[in-house]
């Protein structure tokens, strides 16, 4: 049932709040499964940004059931929130894969963002082909780079990162295309300023 066919006073199920992020109702925090099973208040914060004072959400124990009159939306801060709508994120494998989605940054500022390789299992190897793509800006990507130590994080750099502003909503595209395994990831990352600590998405 689609979220706006949803009674104020009926149970929302995983695939409800599915459709209540798709239309703009939420903003969602991880994906959601595929389900008609009724969401817990727990459940509700694990999987979407909502209001967690609103009273009546506030007033149940985190076991019990909400309905939808529980659910208030609330703008996430600080974060930077990736909404795939195709493929699944982060990305493995060692066939070429991509995932595509919004990406909108909730900080008050400018913030970095890089396309980044995690080697995992892997200790050797060279990563190519693997890029992000923000329409219409000219894709930014890992080429060339050297796998020396298992676990090694690679990202892009500072001549191949896209800078967010703030509530601002990207169409993004990320690749995996190095044909690399050993359990390696592609995934963003990004940083507050340029030249800092980058952490993933």
Do not use: H
């Amino acid at each position: 049932m689609p979220w706006v066919s949803l009674a104020n006073n009926q149970a929302v199920t995983f695939n409800n709040l599915w459709d209540a992020v798709n239309i703009g109702v939420f903003i969602q925090k991880q994906p959601i499964p595929t389900s008609n099973e009724c969401i817990t208040k727990a459940d509700a914060n694990d999987y979407v940004y909502i209001n967690t004072s609103y009273a009546s959400y506030a007033a149940k124990a985190s076991n019990q059931l909400v309905v939808k009159q529980d659910l208030q939306a609330a703008t996430p801060s600080n974060v930077i929130v990736y909404t795939p709508s195709t493929g699944v994120y982060p990305l493995s494998g060692s066939t070429s894969v991509s995932t595509s989605g919004t990406i909108t940054s909730y900080y008050s500022f400018d913030v970095y963002l890089y396309v980044g390789f995690n080697s995992a299992g892997l200790n050797s190897g060279t990563v190519n082909n693997d890029s992000m793509l923000i329409v219409p800006q000219p894709a930014k990507s890992i080429s060339g780079a050297t796998i020396t130590s298992f676990g090694q994080v690679i990202t892009s750099g500072i001549a191949q990162r896209y800078i967010l502003t703030p509530s601002t909503t990207y169409n993004i595209t990320l690749t995996k295309g190095d044909l690399l395994g050993g359990g390696s990831t592609v995934r963003f990352y990004y940083s507050l300023c340029d030249l800092c600590v980058q952490f993933p998405l």
